[in-house]
């Protein structure tokens, strides 16, 4: 008690700090008790209860500081909280002191996440962030990004585990829609058959099964405008042929034209419809082409004339992304019944970039019974073991990307490369398994529409407050790549499109990589896949980074961007037939997504001989899924279309539209972030595409 009160009393003789200097350089009144109370504080988290003591221990950092040069002088925030670290462990607190210093840690991670949100607020407030091509620059667009943005530091800095979250930080990974990260999925295939036969409810009344095509065709519209807002990512019918097809059927009498109005008018729907809190339209894929009753042609038929007269006024579709399936022995052929409506497709993709090709003769679709299904992102989801190996109700839960040119330059070394794989691989899985197990635990009621409905495959046999475990089983969990141009290029001098030793080391990585995640899921049971990643937002991100650590490495970190999964660098001048005949080959292992391009430098309206070649390469190079690119332009004034310069050659406006593709989907050139924009502008035509002008 003496001591104390001789503390006491040595107190008093002290020279007090008035005034301490906050972090953003105000100066504010200087407080003793803020000291104890946080000493006290950290000593009752480790079993203590002695304020007295924390007042004892709050004198000495005192006496230490003006011992240390601030009497008089206004120390900083900083400078007292190493005093405080000092002064307890030098006192015999060490316990206290590791409690002080996590708890200061902590306080400093959220004090900067808030500093970093406020950053990305003020950024949004300005201009609409573009990791999203899809997302307009509307003020629900900006409270979506700012809500976005306020997620993702919430989850890095309280959900996910260190060591994820560092990795996604400092660039090793990248945890794709991290701001849904607890809350959703990713995509789905929708059983559009079963819905439009059952009836279904949105929330606000029964919506019965169609009377008329037209109606079937709204519903549809409706169904994937629904399921977007109770999912991040991708919506898409697998047999939208078969299943109106079927609606046609069951109706006395429809006529083309009403069939045609009807699909014109499931097109406009897509391009209007906002979800997502009104920011974006759904991101929707429509998978047809191969029904061959006279209901299914109908639609196939009517859906590719509507997408080819474009909009009200000509203007090219944006969505849906049109998949048309090529199948041997139905329409790929002469005398197949259905060839006539795959000539018709590449017409009209040789006028609006769309559709983009599947192919279910491939050495890995083939194997399926079912008709295997893709979106314009390039999602494939069809394996299962756990149900039905079938496309609709199912899809990707979530993803995550490695990057994969960050290990070539951390290593150089062929060997040592594999090590760092390895281990980013199962950091990757285990990452993936924490994002499953918390979704896990989300309830029917949770997603009404996705599950409510019973969308999801095994959801019809839940009660609301079920968790989705049971369905969500049947969905895969993609571990992507990004960057193996790069990577060989760092790795071996040159990228697989340039030499043949390379793309031999190429296919090593990709296909060690599908063989640990089917590792994966024999460990975990669970539907594991390889993906190749659709770098939007992230095709930049990455480079950014690793320029920090390795500098402006030529040809690898000097550009904005890395190039998307397995594909060749867009600047390559290569001939088609060689790009399609390397890149063909991954396509086998990206079990989860592929697809392939062939670049062209116009619109090859006038030479369909040249497209059908293109096509039919794409199938002998056993690709699954592909496209073909060139760039168009359209007027806003007079709807005029083509390769256009500043102004308008028919009507003289300005006001020009450019559409390219972008990660499977189709947008407008201003809504390209910068990594895009400048991968935009080294893509270069394939050599002999002299012949499809």
């Not at 230490?64 to 206004?74: A, E, H, K, R, V």
């Not at 997302?135 to 943005?149: D, R």
């Amino acid at each position: 008690m003496k001591e104390q009160q001789q503390s006491k009393s040595d107190t008093k003789n002290l020279t007090l700090f008035k005034e301490v200097r906050k972090r953003d350089g105000r100066v504010v009144r200087f407080s003793p008790e803020k000291i104890t109370d946080a000493i006290f504080k950290a000593a009752k988290a480790v079993g203590g209860d002695n304020r007295a003591l924390a007042e004892a221990l709050t004198e000495k950092v005192i006496a230490y500081l003006q011992m240390s040069g601030f009497n008089g002088l206004i120390p900083a925030v900083e400078d007292i909280q190493d005093a405080v670290e000092k002064v307890l462990i030098e006192n015999g607190h060490a316990r206290t002191a590791k409690a002080y210093i996590l708890y200061r840690d902590q306080r400093t991670r959220i004090r900067e996440a808030k500093s970093s949100l406020m950053d990305a607020v003020k950024e949004i407030l300005i201009e609409t962030n573009r990791e999203n091509a899809n997302i307009s620059n509307s003020p629900s667009a900006k409270m979506l990004q700012i809500a976005m943005a306020a997620s993702k530091k919430y989850y890095l800095n309280n959900l996910l585990p260190e060591e994820f979250a560092r990795a996604h930080i400092d660039g090793s990974f990248h945890i794709h829609d991290l701001d849904y990260y607890s809350k959703t999925l990713n995509c789905l295939q929708i059983d559009l058959k079963k819905l439009l036969k059952e009836g279904f409810s949105t929330g606000y009344g029964y919506i019965r099964p169609p009377r008329r095509i037209s109606s079937a065709a709204a519903q549809a519209a409706i169904i994937l405008q629904s399921n977007q807002n109770d999912m991040f990512g991708g919506q898409s019918f697998p047999h939208f042929d078969y299943s109106m097809g079927e609606v046609i059927r069951d109706l006395k009498e429809v006529d083309e034209e009403e069939v045609y109005q009807a699909m014109e008018g499931l097109i406009y729907n897509l391009n209007t419809m906002h979800s997502r809190a009104g920011a974006q339209v759904p991101f929707s894929s429509i998978n047809f082409g191969t029904d061959t009753s006279p209901e299914g042609r109908l639609v196939s038929r009517c859906l590719l004339n509507a997408f080819k007269r474009g909009l009200g006024r000509g203007e090219n579709p944006i969505f849906p992304n049109l998949v048309f399936r090529v199948k041997k022995g139905v329409n790929f052929d002469k005398n197949n019944p259905n060839y006539d409506l795959f000539r018709l497709a590449l017409s009209v993709a040789s006028r609006r970039l769309n559709p983009t090709f599947s192919f279910m003769d491939s050495s890995f679709n083939r194997t399926y019974e079912e008709e295997v299904s893709y979106m314009g992102c390039r999602t494939r989801t069809i394996g299962n073991r756990h149900g039905p190996e079938i496309s609709a109700g199912r899809g990707n839960i979530a993803s995550v990307t490695l990057n994969l040119p960050r290990l070539a330059l951390k290593t150089q070394n062929i060997g040592l490369f594999f090590v760092e794989l390895d281990r980013l691989l199962r950091l990757a899985a285990r990452q993936l398994l924490h994002r499953f197990e918390i979704l896990a635990q989300q309830k029917v009621k949770d997603l009404p529409f996705l599950m409510g409905e019973g969308l999801y495959m095994g959801s019809d046999k839940l009660g609301p407050e079920d968790p989705v475990r049971e369905a969500i089983k049947n969905g895969t969990l993609a571990l992507g790549i990004i960057g193996l141009a790069e990577t060989l290029i760092v790795l071996n001098g040159k990228h697989h499109g340039e030499d043949k030793e390379s793309h031999t080391l190429g296919l090593k990585i990709i296909d060690y990589m599908r063989r640990r995640v089917d590792q994966f899921c024999d460990e975990y049971d669970l539907n594991f896949v390889l993906y190749a990643t659709p770098a939007e937002g992230l095709s930049g991100r990455f480079t950014k980074i690793d320029r920090v650590y390795y500098g402006s490495v030529p040809r690898v970190t000097d550009k904005d961007y890395y190039t998307n999964s397995f594909h060749i660098p867009v600047d390559c001048e290569i001939p088609f037939f060689e790009k399609l005949a390397v890149e063909g080959e991954y396509h086998k292992f990206c079990n989860a997504g592929h697809i392939s391009y062939v670049e062209l430098d116009a619109p090859p309206i006038h030479n369909l001989e040249g497209v059908e070649m293109i096509i039919r390469q794409m199938s002998a190079s056993d690709v699954g899924y592909g496209g073909i690119n060139y760039p168009l332009d359209e007027c806003g004034t007079c709807g005029f279309s083509g390769v256009l310069t500043t102004t308008c050659p028919q009507c003289g406006s300005g006001n020009i539209r450019r559409i390219r593709r972008i990660t499977g989907y189709l947008s407008f050139e201003e809504r390209f972030n910068e990594a895009k924009r400048a991968e935009l502008s080294d893509r270069r035509p394939h050599y002999y595409l002299s012949k499809l002008d």
